[in-house]
């Protein structure tokens, strides 16, 4: 530790003004900050601080990811083997969803943290951590084989339009990961829905059996056998593990609820948010059990089946909760996390062009937050403002 | 029966270095010193020369705007320095004390035949009204606008916090006098703590008395005004400390300025952490002497770890402060991977830490801020600490922006920079709310005054 601390000393004044690297002081400083607890003491104000601070609780969500990117990694290689008939042992499979996998997040890693550091360098500012959870939940909510080139500008966009130009993590207004989704869905189409994306049909680095899959080969996800007008061929047990195709890492309902825990437990995300985001759900999912019409499939699953397939667990526990984009006042919470369950639903339900909602509904909440909070802060300018009239 | 307030939000840092309830015996070493960045808000102006001989109570400086505000000599002595720095500003009036004391006589006074113009004329006179604070803005007051009601808070939630009502004792009949005092100028709060029993608090009269029961900042008057009759726009309260209505008491007994107070000397680095009776203005260095570690660097600071001052060893006592704390500094540590290591040394509101399983533990934190600054991330951090009924970070941002129409409208009339210091030891991301709030506060008085 002190050879090390020996050397970080030593490089520093490389990156300091005037010194021939200063041009990757960002950087530096990024890594050095990763390696050790920076020991500035406090000029103004409290002489002491909690020892919370905003990389340990970024980290904390990255590690609340890890059993959904595990997960995602060994269903793309179960749907893969499932695919071709071929019954492969444990490890093949997890070792194939890995090389599916892995680049994705290499590749969304390197693009997101690229633009972060020049930014950073650029307004002279430290890095920022909001990118390390952005980036691993990106590969995790799309489908395996969306090509990389597409995920590269698609983050390249929303890193730069959704969250820069606003002024970096803490100011956008819309969840970034969630744009780049969007930006997806809406630039490439065929690349993001429909039946033939879902399972990876190539080999990954030569490792594989695509070749006993059938060209043409097609797998819907259940929401998209429902919109379609067919039956759901998955159980309600395949949901729960996730043994089903859908994006990466959100299929497992018991990988996220791992994620969870860890995120309530640590306090990281909001219980609030999460909990109105299911009971939203439910009651809406509910409703249209009672009053859809027969031929709409959709409005007929089972509302505990809405709540479990698709990315409505993953969105309601890792993007409706993302503090910045959610509402800041305690009882907009409850508002707003309603609000994207319900909506989720309504779109599934009565939208024809896309099998799933949780997506544009989160945005949408992203829209209305600051309108919920208006409304909570405007309620207490009023009091206050009666307590000089009365 | 007292009216009863219970408050939930909150936090109490449990800190090593808690002061036992006896007296160290200290010397002084003579110097004292007045420092006008003590009182919030006065642009002081020097009446005396060095050299000039003074009694205890002999004026200082005054206020400019306000020449009325007098600021006093704790003791009686010769002026040896008015220290000056950047562009004249006066950093402190230092006066040595003479070796035989001598005190301006104000004459004993009884407070119930007073009317309450006489008393506030004599607290001017004395130089005890320049103690005094006013919500809004946090600043030694204006003494011709009338406040609406004064409140004394008799007890501080901070972290390694003097125990008030060690204090108090043997002063109990000043300190009656002093709250006859404030009633005859206005109705005065009082507010005491769930666990104080003193009579001289939970009885006391001619004020209304109020129990808070609740986490730091329960003490904080501030949050005490809040809960009683918030401040609204145009209205003005004044603020005293507890330590200075005793002040007020004996000059109103006795006739005489005597600024004597009893201080906790706290910290993880005070070997025998204890209470002193020292002078307001007095160097703090004796109290320190043989006293702190000497193996690492320290951190001395002039009043408690959330809303203290940085200080050193030659410094004085400052006017408003009840503690001297003294803690390491930390910029001599290396901590590796902080982001991901148990840290069981640490203390954090966050479960991702262990403080939640270490119960009562004893924390001994340095002054790093362990991590960098960020945009507002986490929501509803500040709001769980910050007993009010105020949007605390909606004014923040308020204040941040310079939208003058919003802090009125959020409610800055009703704090002050302490009342932030929890909110500010939790956030995660590090920003300075006191120094915000009180550049808003500034910014306001300059635009409305």
Known sequence: MNALRKYVDKIKPNFEEGGKLHAFRSVFDGFETFLFVPNTTAKSGVNIHDAIDSKRIMSMVVIALIPCVLFGMYNVGYQHYLAAGVDASFWEKFFFGFLAVLPKIIVSYLVGLAIEFVVAQWKNEEIQEGYLVTGMIIPLIIPVDCPLWILCIAIAFSVIFAKEIFGGTGMNFFNVALITRAFLFFAYPTKMSGDQVWVATDNQFGFGAADKIADGFTAATPLGQAAAGQDITASLSDMITGFIPGSIGETSVIAIAIGAIILLWTGVASFKIMCSVFVGGALTALLFNGIGSADNLVANIPWYEHLVVGGFCFGAVFMATDPVTSPRTSGGKYIYGFFIGALAIIIRAYNPGYPEGMMLAILMGNLIAPLIDYCFVQSNINKRLNRINK | ?449
Do not use: C
Request: no cysteine.
């Open chain 2, 1 to 449: 029966m007292a009216n009863v307030i219970k408050l939930r939000k909150g936090l109490d840092i449990n800190l090593k270095g808690k002061a036992t309830e006896e007296i160290a015996n200290v010397k002084a070493t003579g110097l004292y010193a007045l420092v006008p960045d003590d009182f919030v808000g006065v642009k002081p102006k020097v009446v005396v020369k060095e050299g000039d001989n003074v009694k205890a109570g002999g004026v200082l400086f005054i206020d400019k705007k306000h020449p009325e505000v007098k600021f006093v000599s704790p003791v009686a002595g010769k002026v040896t320095a008015v220290e000056r720095g950047e562009r004249r500003k006066v950093l402190s009036v230092q006066v040595t004390a003479a070796a035989q004391q001598e005190y301006e006589d104000f004459g004993k006074k009884n407070v119930a035949s007073l009317k309450g113009s006489e008393v506030l004329a004599t607290l001017l006179e004395a130089g005890m009204f320049g103690f005094f604070r006013q919500r809004p803005y946090d600043v030694t007051p204006n003494p011709e606008v009338a406040p609406r009601a004064i409140f004394v808070s008799a007890f501080s939630s901070m972290p390694l916090a003097q125990n008030f009502e060690f204090a108090l004792n043997g002063n109990e009949a000043d300190f009656q006098t002093g709250l006859d005092a404030l009633a005859r100028i206005a109705p005065t709060y009082l507010g005491v703590s769930s666990k104080q029993s003193a009579a001289a608090l939970t009885a006391a009269k001619n004020v209304t008395v109020t129990v808070f029961d609740g986490p730091n900042p329960a003490g904080n008057v501030g949050v005490q005004i809040n809960h009683v009759a918030p401040v609204n726009k145009g209205e003005v309260v004044w603020t005293v400390n507890p330590e200075v209505v005793i002040f007020i008491g004996r000059l109103f007994n006795t006739g005489k300025v005597d600024m004597t107070r009893t201080i906790a000397v706290v910290g993880s680095e005070v070997k025998a952490p204890k209470y002193a009776k020292v002078l307001v203005g007095q160097q703090i260095t004796p109290l320190l002497e043989g006293n702190i570690s000497t193996d690492k660097h320290v951190r001395i600071i002039n009043g408690n770890v959330l809303t203290g001052i940085k200080s050193n060893k030659d410094a004085f006592l400052g006017a408003q402060s009840t503690e001297i704390t003294v803690i390491p500094e930390g910029d001599d540590v290396h901590e590796m991977l902080g982001w991901i290591m148990p840290r069981f040394n640490e203390f954090s509101t966050s479960r991702s830490y262990f403080s939640w399983l270490l119960g009562k533990k004893e924390y001994a934190p340095d002054a790093r801020i362990k991590g960098g600054e960020r945009h507002m991330i986490m929501s509803g951090e500040y709001d769980s600490v910050f007993p009010m009924d105020i949007y605390p970070e909606q004014l923040l941002k308020a204040i941040i922006t310079g939208d003058i129409d919003k802090m009125e409208q959020l409610g800055i009339y009703e704090v002050a920079p302490e009342d932030f210091a929890v909110a500010e030891f939790v956030d995660s991301s590090k920003v300075e709310l006191q120094r915000i709030v009180r550049e808003g506060l500034n910014m306001l008085r300059a635009e409305m005054e």
